[in-house]
């Protein structure tokens, strides 16, 4: 079954304790984001990759890191993780980066105390 | 700068109503618009979309309108049943350096009553 899988689904941290939250796809797709989704907020960008090796920022990354080693797999890093990063995060992927379809994980639903 | 605004952020109907969500968007560079429904404890899923160079497309009860001119996008639910409470988002994306860039609504969510 094509799927994008998030683990965890849900974390209760404390402030500074660095943690990552994995991503991975097994549809061969070139391009993987991460979004985050705050009320009122909707989904905004936080990191995207266009293929191995190559992250970039989007429209939220302080706070975050990415990296992109291997095609299926787009983990995403909380140095020193604060109470404003507490939100729910989604990993998607597209074929490639041109305008098509998003598949989304399940979601990851972080707490910062 | 670039945004995307939706409305309503709450919509109720009976089963069988209608239901419309609009959505504004302000770079007029966008070219390509979808929809997504997030269902409870999942993440978004793509339902419909459409292309700048398209004034509307259906698939059986959902439609979607653009007005180019207007910066404007509206999905249309009709014959609504219980399984299509969610929360809907739209998108407005266009070609960008190093890929393309895709900003979305902040939601809508819907309730039908059976």
């Known amino acids: 079954e094509a799927q994008v899988t998030q683990n965890p689904r849900y974390l209760i941290t404390v402030t500074g304790k660095k943690l990552t939250v994995t991503c991975s796809q097994n549809?061969?797709?070139?391009?993987m984001s991460w979004y985050r989704q705050d009320p009122g907020l909707g989904l905004r960008q936080i990191y995207y990759s266009m293929n191995v090796e190559v992250t970039d920022k989007g429209d939220v990354p302080e706070g975050y890191k990415v990296s992109r080693k291997e095609k299926r797999n787009f983990p995403l890093i909380l140095e020193s993780p604060s109470p404003n990063q507490t939100s729910l995060y989604f990993c998607?992927?597209?074929?490639?980066?041109?305008?098509?379809?998003?598949?989304f994980g399940q979601g990851t639903r972080l707490t910062v105390v | 700068g670039e945004n995307v605004e939706q409305h309503p952020s709450t919509l109720s109907v009976q089963e069988g109503d209608s239901a419309v969500i609009k959505c504004t968007y302000s770079?007029?560079?966008?070219?390509?618009f979808p929809w997504y429904k997030q269902e409870l404890g999942k993440g978004p899923q793509l339902i419909i979309d459409i292309r700048s160079n398209v004034g509307e497309k259906k698939d059986q009860r959902i439609a979607v309108t653009l007005n180019k001119t207007a910066k404007h996008f509206s999905l249309h639910i009709t014959e609504t049943q219980p399984e299509d409470s969610a929360v809907y988002f739209c998108a407005a994306s266009r070609t960008a350096t190093g890929g393309f860039k895709t900003i979305f609504g902040a939601g809508t969510r819907l309730f039908v009553k059976a």
């Open positions: 998607a992927s597209k074929v490639d980066s041109s305008n098509t379809e998003a598949f």
């Open positions: 770079d007029s560079a966008s070219n390509y």
């Open positions: 549809m061969n797709h070139e391009y």
